[in-house]
Each structure stands twice: as structure tokens, then as C-alpha cells.
């Protein structure tokens, strides 16, 4: 079975092709019948650790909960814990 890919550029000629706008529009075709109104949406992400620049940044995890509510789910951040020994070890020392 194959696997979509989807793919969004930060690129933008103008306004109307901006990354936040896009991403609001990739959101909703990822999550259209999907689930049910009502239900919980975990949104995991990277939320970074001391000196690393190379997480998502918040501008565009806004925009996912903002469609995940707008289309009457109950979005909630959740973060991935790491198997070498650091700052996100385990959920519970972060």
C-alpha cells in the first residue's frame, strides 16, 4: 500500500500563497472525515530543547489547533520523549 506525502514549502510569491494559509488548508484535507466533532486531537510536535533551533515554530502550531477547533475537535500539545538522556528523557521532567 502506498503512503501520501505531502509536502509544504515556506516559500511564498505573495500574501495569498503565504505557508500559514496553506497550512490551515493542508490541516483541514488531513483531518476532513477523519474524526468525529467532539473528539481529542493529539498534536505532536518537537517542542525543542535548550540551544536547538530546529523545532516547529509557533505561529504554525497555532494554525493547526486553531483549524482543529474550528472544526469542532479538542486539539491538545503533546511532545515526544527521546531514548538518549537529556532534558525530555520522560515526559513527566521536561
Do not use: W
Not at 9 to 20: G, I, K, T, W
Not at 53 to 71: D, H, L, N, S, T
Amino acid at each position: 500500500m502506498e503512503s501520501k506525502l505531502y509536502f509544504l514549502s515556506l516559500r511564498a510569491a505573495n500574501e495569498s500563497q503565504s505557508p500559514v494559509r496553506r497550512l490551515r488548508g493542508l490541516t483541514k484535507v488531513l483531518l476532513e472525515g477523519r474524526m468525529e466533532k467532539g473528539d481529542l486531537v493529539a498534536i505532536k510536535i518537537h517542542f525543542g530543547e535548550p540551544g536547538n533551533y530546529a523545532f516547529i515554530r509557533p505561529i504554525f502550531v497555532r494554525q493547526v489547533v486553531e483549524v482543529v477547533k474550528e472544526m469542532g475537535r479538542k486539539p491538545f500539545l503533546t511532545d515526544a520523549n527521546t531514548l538518549y538522556k537529556g532534558g525530555r528523557a520522560n515526559a513527566v521532567d521536561i
